[in-house]
């Protein structure tokens, strides 16, 4: 009966807002196309945005997985209408927790038995809660502080739902744009929260990323408690901190921001160019960090979406920044081709493009790091984007990009008077000098899988 329900009224709140959605796009598409009328582009610009915020108003009261896309499509700049991505970029996943007798039902039955039997201790107010699960604080018999992510008990269900209505939307919205087929923004969804939901992964890419990190001074990465680790729950170890952001935490006079920032940006360098393994979701609800021994430590939590960086990729991103680096317009150019951006056969095409863009980037002090702008960047190359129609930018990239982009909002929140290119410049180069990842990735993939 609840099954039903949900069917019911997810699937009704997806048509009422889809549908007079896809029509509010029809209707002056099909002026355009067939009609010949001129549609001024601050009008379509408007037109993204209020419906951009009607689908952000819709994710927020579904939940699940919607959330999830729409953070994925503010991802995609290059399929998406800017009005979309900067609508979308805000949606976060923080959802109110599911009431603890449901919690406390769900885990007797995946334990067998009533969690007392198993725990000391377990708090019944939620700690976090987002789309697919929470997490509560306990204390095992032993003694051992405890976080337990549990998975909510009708997910895959709901998400299954939102799945078949975004698989149909996708198709019914690809009409206004033919040129670039929307498929494969759909798979990379489908495959994102497909893999979130897998905690048995999750589980064994935490204890793969703790063993790399173990005995490193100012890191912490939860060790798993197996015996208490299922297939809806991943039980770790419990880090007494706050999240990074926090005004508590900034604003206190014994923390040193420049250590925590270095810290910060050390813990990525070594996961994506020595181990090949990162977190590719670092926002600030992911790490946590408190003051020890007068030094900031640091708590990377959460390893539902994580990426193998493989050593043949690693290359061709180094060649790409090496050809940004000299200036070299036309080696630049070769290097995108290599990372799949356009084809040989478009090259000559988006290369005055890719040029002016070098251009503008450097002007702006990004071979060097001095004075350098995130925002003004990433305008930039949106813009770009934007006039090189038909370019679909590979998923390593997406994410690639995407790690970047929160590793570099975090950093302004913690340290908006440091330049962290000039940060990471020593320790990028002494990851690199190390020979990068390995070169096989076989044996991360393996014991991941």
Same mark, same amino acid.
């Given at each position: 009966?609840?099954?039903?329900?949900? /069917?019911?009224?997810?699937?009704?709140?997806?048509?009422? /807002? $889809?549908?007079?959605?896809?029509?509010?796009?029809?209707?002056?598409?099909?002026?355009?196309?067939?009609?010949?009328?001129?549609?001024?582009?601050?009008?379509?610009?408007r037109k993204h945005r209020k419906h951009a915020r009607r689908f952000y108003r819709l994710a927020v009261r579904m939940r699940g997985g919607l959330i999830k896309v729409g953070q994925?499509?503010?991802?995609?700049?290059? @399929?998406?209408? @800017?009005?979309?991505? =900067? #609508?979308?970029?805000?949606? =976060?996943? #923080?959802?109110?927790?599911?009431?603890?007798?449901q919690i406390l039902s769900h885990l007797q039955e995946t334990y067998g038995r009533h969690p007392d039997e198993l725990f000391e201790h377990l708090e019944h107010e939620a700690h976090a809660a987002a789309s697919f699960g929470q997490v509560h604080r306990g204390r095992t018999k032993d003694g051992v502080d405890v976080a337990l992510k549990i998975k909510y008990p009708d997910v895959e269900m709901k998400l299954g739902i939102d799945m078949f209505f975004f698989g149909w939307g996708v198709k @019914?919205?690809?009409?206004?744009?033919?040129?670039?087929?929307?498929?494969?923004?759909?798979?990379?969804?489908r495959r994102a929260l497909t893999t979130e939901l897998d905690y048995e992964q999750e589980a064994r890419f935490t204890r793969i990323v703790h063993e790399n990190?173990?005995?490193?001074?100012?890191?912490?990465?939860?060790?798993?408690?197996d015996e208490l680790t299922t297939k809806s729950v991943i039980c770790t170890t419990w880090f007494e901190g706050v999240k990074i952001t926090k005004p508590s935490l900034l604003e206190? &006079?014994?923390?040193?921001?420049?250590?925590?920032?270095?810290? $910060?940006?050390?813990?990525?360098?070594?996961?994506?160019?020595?181990?090949?393994?990162? =977190?590719?979701?670092?926002?600030?609800?992911?790490?946590? /960090?408190?003051?020890?021994?007068?030094a900031p430590l640091l708590c990377v939590?959460?390893?539902? =979406?994580?990426?193998?960086?493989?050593?043949?990729?690693?290359?061709?991103?180094?060649?790409?920044?090496?050809?940004?680096?000299?200036?070299?317009? &036309?080696?630049?150019?070769?290097? @995108?081709?290599n990372l799949g951006l356009f084809p040989e056969s478009e090259k000559e095409k988006f290369a005055p493009l890719v040029a002016a863009l070098m251009k503008r980037l450097r002007e702006q002090g990004a071979g060097t790091g001095q004075d350098l702008d995130f925002m003004k960047v990433r305008d930039m190359v949106l813009s770009t984007l934007d006039e090189m129609r038909g370019v679909v930018i590979p998923q390593e990239l997406v994410l690639y990009g995407?790690?970047?982009?929160? $590793?570099?909002?975090?950093?302004?929140?913690?340290?908006?008077?440091?330049n962290p290119l000039a940060v990471a410049k020593p320790l990028l180069t002494q990851a690199l000098l190390a020979g990068g990842p390995p070169k096989d990735p076989g044996r991360i993939a393996a014991a991941a899988s």
């Open positions: 009966m609840r099954s039903l329900y949900h /069917v019911v009224v997810r699937s009704t709140l997806a048509v009422i /807002v $889809l549908i007079p959605m896809w029509l509010a796009y029809a209707i002056p598409f099909f002026r355009e196309k067939k009609l010949g009328a001129k549609i001024p582009d601050e009008v379509w610009d994925i499509l503010s991802t995609r700049v290059d @399929l998406v209408p @800017l009005g979309w991505t =900067q #609508e979308l970029a805000g949606l =976060q996943d #923080e959802v109110d927790p599911m009431p603890w007798p @019914l919205f690809n009409v206004f744009i033919p040129r670039v087929s929307l498929k494969p923004i759909f798979e990379e969804v990190f173990e005995g490193r001074e100012g890191v912490v990465i939860p060790a798993v408690i206190r &006079d014994d923390l040193d921001r420049d250590e925590l920032l270095k810290r $910060l940006l050390s813990t990525w360098i070594q996961m994506m160019y020595v181990d090949g393994v990162f =977190q590719s979701d670092p926002h600030p609800g992911n790490l946590l /960090v408190r003051i020890e021994d007068g939590v959460d390893f539902g =979406q994580v990426k193998i960086l493989t050593q043949e990729f690693h290359q061709k991103l180094v060649s790409s920044v090496m050809a940004f680096a000299m200036g070299n317009e &036309d080696m630049f150019v070769g290097t @995108l081709v995407r790690t970047f982009a929160l $590793l570099a909002g975090v950093t302004r929140a913690i340290a908006p008077k440091a």
